[in-house]
């Protein structure tokens, strides 16, 4: 069977089940959602990941938003089989030994994708060694970069042990899986009896890579500085000698003469830095964006190379909630298996998907109640938000006027707030995000209610996408690549509020499957983007959206239906993993 799988697919983190922590957010639940839509598809994959023993983390939230975080205790062994093999990896001189632990994912007609964890905690290594692969994005610089020895040079043996021979294609979900190509330049040499890395080495291995990249931040860029690189990686007297080769002459050697991008940069970003996009960059036959935007924002980034541009989805039936999926079974049988069927949503009586939507709302507020509190009432008009903690996502726009948010509430009609998100341990901004949101909540109490849920998970995740009444996204614009989470809220009739930015500017239809916020996704020309943002929101919420949700309750589902009609049947991972296959891994 190892045999006949011919894709391998890399993440530092796939989200598959809430009780599996090893993943943060978006990057980890689209490759969660990536394999399970292989798997519907019968695609011949098997993806590779770190088994995270401490999780991403555990968040504890204090009464004034302040972020506490705790390792995440799992039973490994309650989820995952271990396998027998073994593969090493040499970091700083030390051999480091590798196992993996699998998970299959089932797919719909019962075609299964494994997913193998890598696991370095062997009585083998030493006590330092074995923590490597314990907290995703955790240490520091030295820390994360031998973690992607083990997950791209360590995830290539270990597949070859697991007797995967066959592998054509090999998938870099963002960077931090670069380093796999050092490890298949090595086999081609050595194939040919070689010690030293050729061109046509280089051209074998790009036909073979490809790398998805997520994010226009450069925090999501991995960079190294080279004398830590030599420490890690050490000399490479099979492919080429870090400690002693120049920056050109490393260039030259993976590059070739002539390429027409030759230029330090196409490695090493400035100030002696070894860049894992560059690397993947340089190295694969087919580049991809994650939104028709991304992929113009990425271009105007990497200047130089060919970027395409594939926009992200998500598993239909996994993020579609109980009450839906019941709906979806009486009038579009077979939308399991052909998502793009749910574009007969229309045909779906009116009363009976706001009962579908009353029902998964209801399941939503009594969560929240009970949990936090709150004291959210379902007959009122319910704004979402969930998502990574982080300054550009501005979660706290919506308070950016909390007298002028109050003065809508009390004269338009109620409207109460739906919280939740995790910043990253270092993220001090994303950190301080909370706590203004906390801040708003304790202010507006009296007339706005807010609730903001701890420890956001995938389980969570469902629950929210699929119970607001209106998903709302306020990224600074271009810095939302994709997102996925309104995506999931379009396949539970949830319309969005969103700046155009990401996939809304794909999937925004004005008044017919949601409503922008701002003029449009580039706004050099706003001199206060935040006040200019933050009163069209007003502007959406005021004039629209609450006159429309209390006083026109049909046409409030007919944005509902055609948000299922036209987003649903679109933006999901089966259209998603069909464009990989047609564009990459069989090209």
């Known amino acids: 069977m190892n045999d006949q799988r011919t894709v391998a697919y890399f993440s530092m983190e796939i989200g598959l089940e809430t009780g599996i922590p090893t993943y943060s957010g978006g990057l980890g639940v689209l490759a969660g959602d990536t394999v399970r839509a292989a798997a519907d598809l019968k695609v011949p994959m098997v993806a590779v990941t770190l088994l995270h023993r401490k999780g991403y983390f555990y968040q504890r939230l204090d009464a004034g938003g302040g972020q506490r975080e705790e ?18 990896v040499t970091v700083e001189g030390r051999t480091i030994l590798l196992r993996s632990w699998k998970y299959e994912v089932k797919g719909i007609g019962g075609f299964q994708v494994p997913v193998y964890f890598l696991d370095a905690d062997l009585p083998e290594n030493s006590d330092w060694d074995r923590t490597l692969t314990d907290f995703l994005y955790g240490g520091d610089s030295h820390y994360r970069l031998c973690q992607e020895v083990i997950l791209g040079i360590g995830g290539v043996r270990m597949l070859r042990a697991l007797g995967y021979e ?24 050595r194939k040919a009896g070689r010690r030293s890395v050729i061109r046509d080495d280089i051209e074998a291995v790009r036909k073979k890579c490809i790398f998805t990249t997520h994010t226009p931040v450069s925090a999501g860029h991995d960079q190294f500085p080279l004398d830590l690189v030599r420490r890690v990686i050490g000399p490479r007297e099979d492919f080429f000698d870090l400690t002693d080769m120049t920056s050109q002459e490393l260039v030259r050697r993976v590059l070739g003469e002539g390429e027409e991008f030759f230029d330090l940069k196409t490695i090493l970003s400035r100030g002696g830095l070894l860049n894992m996009t560059y690397l993947a960059l340089n190295l694969s036959h087919y580049v991809n964006g994650v939104a028709k935007k991304h992929g113009e924002v990425s271009r105007l980034m990497f200047g130089g190379y060919v970027i395409e541009a594939i926009t992200n989805g998500v598993h239909a039936a996994t993020w579609t909630a109980r009450p839906f999926q019941e709906l979806y079974d009486s009038y579009i049988p077979g939308w399991r298996e052909d998502n793009f069927s749910l574009r007969y949503a229309l045909s779906i009586p009116r009363q009976e998907v706001w009962t579908a939507h009353f029902r998964a709302k209801k399941d939503l507020i009594l969560h929240i109640n009970r949990e936090t509190n709150a004291g959210l009432d379902v007959d009122v008009l319910t704004l979402g938000f969930a998502r990574r903690a982080a300054a550009y996502k501005r979660g706290d726009l919506l308070f950016h006027d909390v007298e002028r948010l109050r003065n809508i509430s009390a004269k338009a009609g109620l409207i109460q707030v739906v919280y939740a998100g995790k910043a990253h341990p270092q993220d001090q901004d994303g950190k301080e995000l909370i706590k203004k949101i906390f801040v708003a909540k304790e202010i507006l109490k009296q007339d706005v209610k807010v609730a903001y849920l701890e420890n956001y998970d995938l389980e969570l995740a469902k629950l929210i996408t699929s119970g607001v009444d209106i998903w709302l996204n306020t ?21 969005s509020l969103s700046v155009l930015d990401g996939w809304w500017v794909e999937g925004h239809i004005e008044g017919v499957t949601g409503w922008s916020i701002g003029k449009n996704s580039r706004r050099a020309e706003v001199k206060d983007e935040q006040s200019d943002d933050a009163s069209s929101l007003y502007h959406k919420l005021e004039q629209v959206i609450i006159p429309l949700f209390y006083g026109e309750r049909d046409r409030f589902i007919d944005v509902m239906l055609h948000t299922i009609a036209l987003n649903g049947s679109f933006f999901n991972a089966h259209r998603m993993i069909q464009q990989y296959v047609v564009n990459a891994y069989f090209h």
């Open 71 to 88: 390792p995440v205790a799992w039973i490994v062994e309650d989820f995952l089989a271990e396998m027998p093999q073994r593969a090493s």
């Open 166 to 189: 066959n592998i054509e294609r090999f998938h870099m979900n963002e960077g931090h899986a670069s380093l796999l190509t050092l490890e298949l330049l090595d086999e081609e040499a």
């Open 475 to 495: 990224p600074l614009p271009p810095l939302e690549a994709s997102g996925t989470s309104g995506m999931k809220a379009a396949l539970n009739g949830v319309p």
